[in-house]
């Protein structure tokens, strides 16, 4: 059994090669008991991979991966899951035109009766589904409603309510403000925290600094397939985040690249402005 001290999942060193492609390389990170770790990092930078070699949908070419200490090997997405890992992707895994409930229990649905009798338990579904969102702050009128006639905040809590009530230690969310307007985006970062409160171990990926910001405790950045490094508020301030996911430095050395062609480009036309006013003066003087 592990301790407080030992972080729920842990991978250290790991990289994942397809073929001739280096996904990831060498990349290292942990989340602990009521933690928020942010993942962070540009399109490109190795975020998805990551996400399904914690999932368990990818192994790692190199390296070790660690749940409560032990060293795993997971052979599938479901492996994953009965260790308590739970990840949530950006299309949430629902149907919009089922009911709430039964997205709820998409999969693991409740049932009642025996044998060829056997069906769906409605009653009791409708009822954890309604408490679970209650216990997320939402009021749901009623769980036979579809679930895509919900906003996108409350569906992200739907599917947040959902890895909770089975019993996730770790949960990973995809991206879950990427399409959402301020609002929303606020709703499902007040989720994360009270996630975080239960004492789940949170892993928010986001190329969003502020959002991170904004409930992470450590932040890890990920840039090319390679960890920047993983810092804390104290050790990283949000503008110089903004700047390291940016690649500022590279946009700096581009701008001034692109001043010197503008420098050369404006000597190559005044070269050519004497050289017009030479050759008319000459034809003047023949």
Same mark, same amino acid.
Not at 61 to 74: R, T
């Given at each position: /059994?592990?301790?407080?001290? @030992?972080?729920?999942?842990?991978?250290?060193?790991?990289?994942?090669?397809?073929?001739?492609?280096?996904?990831?390389?060498?990349?290292?990170?942990?989340?602990?008991?009521?933690?928020?770790?942010? +993942?962070?990092?540009?399109?490109?930078?190795?975020?998805?991979? =990551? &996400?399904?070699?914690?999932?368990?949908?990818?192994?790692?070419?190199?390296?070790?991966?660690?749940?409560?200490?032990?060293?795993?090997?997971?052979?599938?997405?479901?492996?994953? =899951?009965?260790?308590? &890992?739970?990840?949530?992707?950006?299309?949430?895994? /629902? &149907?919009?035109?089922? $009911?709430?409930?039964?997205?709820?229990?998409?999969?693991?649905?409740? @049932?009642?009766?025996?044998?060829?009798?056997?069906?769906?338990?409605?009653?009791?579904?409708?009822?954890?589904?309604?408490?679970? #969102?209650?216990? /997320? !702050?939402?009021? &749901?009128?009623?769980?036979?409603?579809?679930?895509?006639?919900?906003?996108?905040?409350?569906?992200? $809590?739907?599917?947040?309510?959902?890895?909770?009530?089975?019993?996730?230690?770790?949960?990973?969310?995809?991206?879950?403000?990427?399409?959402? !307007?301020?609002?929303?985006?606020?709703?499902? +970062?007040?989720?994360? *925290?009270? *996630?975080?409160?239960?004492?789940? !171990?949170?892993?928010?990926?986001?190329?969003?600094?502020?959002?991170?910001?904004?409930?992470?405790?450590?932040?890890?950045?990920?840039?090319? !397939?390679? %960890?920047?490094? %993983?810092?804390?508020?104290?050790?990283? $301030?949000?503008?110089? #985040?903004?700047? /390291? #996911?940016?690649?500022?430095?590279?946009?700096?050395? +581009?701008?001034?690249?692109?001043?010197?062609?503008?420098?050369?480009? *404006?000597?190559?036309?005044? #070269?050519?402005?004497?050289?017009?006013?030479?050759?008319?003066?000459?034809?003047?003087?023949?």
């Amino acid at each position: /059994m592990a301790d407080r001290q @030992t972080p729920l999942i842990e991978v250290r060193h790991i990289s994942k090669y397809f073929g001739n492609v280096i996904a990831l390389n060498d990349v290292s990170m942990s989340v602990n008991v009521g933690e928020v770790m942010c +993942l962070l990092g540009d399109n490109g930078a190795g975020k998805s991979t =990551l &996400i399904k070699v914690l999932s368990g949908v990818h192994k790692p070419s190199e390296g070790e991966y660690l749940v409560d200490g032990d060293v795993v090997d997971f052979d599938s997405p479901r492996d994953a =899951l009965n260790r308590g &890992i739970a990840t949530v992707y950006q299309d949430l895994a /629902m &149907i919009p035109l089922m $009911s709430i409930s039964r997205n709820f229990f998409l999969g693991s649905e409740p @049932t009642t009766g025996w044998g060829p009798f056997r069906r769906f338990n409605i009653k009791f579904a409708n009822q954890v589904t309604r408490e679970e #969102m209650a216990r /997320m !702050g939402i009021d &749901i009128r009623d769980t036979s409603q579809p679930v895509g006639t919900l906003s996108g905040g409350e569906r992200q $809590s739907v599917a947040i309510a959902r890895a909770v009530y089975f019993g996730a230690n770790v949960l990973i969310l995809d991206e879950p403000t990427a399409a959402l !307007g301020v609002k929303q985006a606020g709703t499902v +970062l007040r989720y994360i *925290a009270q *996630a975080r409160a239960k004492g789940i !171990g949170v892993i928010f990926i986001t190329h969003n600094p502020h959002h991170a910001y904004a409930v992470g405790d450590r932040f890890t950045i990920l840039k090319r !397939g390679r %960890t920047v490094g %993983t810092f804390t508020k104290e050790e990283l $301030s949000r503008e110089e #985040m903004v700047r /390291m #996911m940016s690649g500022a430095d590279e946009l700096d050395a +581009l701008s001034h690249e692109l001043e010197e062609f503008a420098r050369e480009e *404006a000597d190559d036309q005044e #070269m050519a402005k004497l050289d017009q006013q030479l050759a008319k003066t000459l034809e003047e003087e023949a």
